[in-house]
């Protein structure tokens, strides 16, 4: 007969129950998938859209990470960042992702090294050098931050260490972390998607265009179909968004109206407009003034809800340019200095465009205001430095007068801006206006559903520099004074994913990862405290608790 009051009994029914429980646990958590991030700022999960992007995957995607090896303790942590991420991508790809990290110093032999190394970097993985204090020496290392993806037969190379001017390198590998996610997935977006979106780059009014433009032109391939069209022909509704940069001549009536009514049909536009025609071909003269340009946009950008004022910026904060200072015999010295109308713009907006970008270079840009437009939100994207002025026009353009004119006091204005998104249901420029000739009445929509225009007061953003010798372009934002390449194309290619919507991947950018470094001087100034703390505490409550134990036992037994 089973005694149901045995504790033998009870005991081996508890555990049964809980081998039942555990199994039932396994069992639903294979059915019901879950992840649960504990962390501050979710610095494990990942994006709803990315999560979209690798559940439909057809194929499998091998990615290859050649940051490994002998490498520092920074670039450890973002190993382990890269690590972690793609572990994430694997589990929601449904095992789709194959990652391996290679080290490329494992080639044997230095030539195969070599050539091995040079293989990367043609495929954009470029390398940077780390120095690093061992054993009271300075080493160096040549690593390649940076991973291979392929796909269906194509591949494409992603650099994932972020370059930001005058942040420290612990910083630096922050925003590098917080940008893992959106580096992998756009690069897997880029060969697994099928169809396109269609880029219009406008042309018929002295647009970018040649060997300025291939950059530009370059990188937009690259993502995007991409078609020149004219405003004055053509149905602009097949086109996901428009760009037009830096026009210099008059757009007529109807291709204004044409503008208007795409943007009113839910179209984007990209405006990079310069306000002045300044150019440096003639800013050796004393006498060179720039005067504004008619390009007849005026009335419809204001009611979009901004203005570009007939002004240039000038601040601190700039690039350089070459100046003849004197005479070495019969050769001229040239020094390289600061051109203010070469605005480094590195302070941005809190936005998913602009979110750890590194500074992009402007030319001859002008200051934007914002009037009342009802509907619209207007997010300001780009500023100039604390240290800086506005010239109304005409404005003197002149290298000779650059060492006589920079006085700091003359800038006084702080974080002027440059750039501007413009979001909502836009009204048209026509409506309660007479319709231009050769516009369809019929068709006429006077206001529109939601629609995104991004005004940057500068068309020379997407102007690539050409070699002066051999007259190739060079890569978007690289100076060749400096030899450093500004960020330029990582935010013309933001914007046009902003206003592509490109599934919401955009969205990844804007992961924050903080940092809690600890306080070196407090830790220095509290150092013995916290020891104490550590090591004397623990022992001295272990002994308490024993001496307290052992005295209870006493008092119990010896009374009894």
């Known amino acids: 007969m089973v005694n149901w009051k045995s504790k033998k009994l009870s005991d081996m029914l508890m555990l ?155 910083e630096k590998l922050n925003r590098s972390i917080e940008g893992i996610e959106f580096e ?90 310069d306000k002045l025609e300044a150019s440096m071909d003639s800013a050796s003269r004393e006498d060179y003034f720039a005067f504004p340009y008619n390009l007849n946009l005026d009335d419809q950008l204001f009611k979009y809800g901004v203005r570009i004022n007939m002004d240039l910026v000038q601040d601190r904060s700039s690039g350089l340019t070459p100046v003849v200072t004197g005479q070495s015999g019969s050769k001229p010295e040239i020094q390289l200095m600061e051109w203010p109308f070469f605005p480094l713009i590195n302070r941005y907006a809190d936005h998913s465009i602009t979110h750890n970008l590194d500074a992009v270079v402007m030319r001859f840009a002008s200051s934007i205001d914002t009037v009342k437009a009802d509907g619209i939100r207007k997010t300001p994207l780009l500023f100039t430095s ?71 007061a500068d068309g020379d953003l997407a102007a690539n520099a050409v070699h002066p010798r051999t007259r190739q372009p060079q890569p978007l934002g690289f100076d060749v004074f400096t030899n450093y390449t500004y960020a330029n194309q990582d935010l013309l290619m933001n914007m046009l994913a902003y206003l592509t919507d490109e599934n919401g991947l955009i969205k990844a950018r804007n992961k924050e990862i903080k940092i809690r470094p600890l306080d070196r001087q407090k830790v220095a100034s509290e150092k013995l405290k916290w020891q104490l703390i550590n090591l004397a505490l623990p022992l001295v409550v272990l002994v308490a608790f024993g001496t307290a134990r052992a005295f209870v036992r006493k008092k119990r037994y010896a009374s009894f």
């Open 386 to 456: 604390q240290y800086s002025r506005t010239l109304t026009a005409p404005v003197n353009v002149s290298i000779p007068a650059l060492r006589r004119d920079i006085k700091p006091e003359n800038y006084s204005k702080q974080f002027i801006p440059v750039g501007y998104l413009l979001e909502g249901q836009f009204t048209s420029l026509f409506r309660n206006r007479f319709l231009p000739e050769g516009a369809d009445k019929a068709s006429f929509t006077a206001a529109g559903g939601p629609a995104k225009i991004i005004v940057v």
């Open 184 to 273: 992998l997935a756009h690069a897997i977006y880029k060969l697994t998607v099928e169809t396109p979106k269609r880029i219009g780059l406008v042309r018929g009014h002295g647009e970018l265009d040649g060997a300025q433009a291939m950059a530009f032109r370059s990188a937009l391939q690259e993502v995007y179909d991409v078609v020149d069209v004219s405003l004055s022909a053509g149905n602009l509704d097949d086109f996901d968004a428009l760009v037009v940069a830096k026009p210099t001549t008059t757009f007529s009536e109807i291709e204004k109206y044409r503008l208007d009514q795409y943007i009113m049909r839910r179209g984007n536009v990209l405006l990079l407009l």
């Open 16 to 170: 049964a129950n809980g081998l039942v429980l555990l199994v039932l646990i396994n069992i639903v958590s294979s059915i019901l998938f879950f992840r649960a991030d504990l962390t501050e700022e979710k610095r494990y999960s990942i994006k709803e859209p990315t999560k979209a992007l690798l559940r439909d995957l057809d194929d499998d995607v091998y990615i290859e990470v050649y940051l490994e090896g002998d490498i520092n303790a920074g670039f450890r942590r973002f190993q382990t960042a890269i690590r972690e991420t793609l572990e994430e991508f694997r589990v929601y790809s449904g095992n789709k992702i194959r990652y391996a990290f290679i080290d490329p110093a494992i080639a044997t032999g230095q030539k195969a090294r070599n050539e091995f190394m040079a293989e990367l970097a043609s495929k954009g993985i470029q390398p940077t050098r780390v120095f690093d204090n061992r054993d009271g020496q300075r080493t160096e290392k040549l690593v390649f931050p940076g991973a291979l993806i392929s796909y269906g037969g194509a591949e494409t190379g992603v650099n994932l260490l972020t370059s930001n001017l005058g942040t420290s390198s612990e």
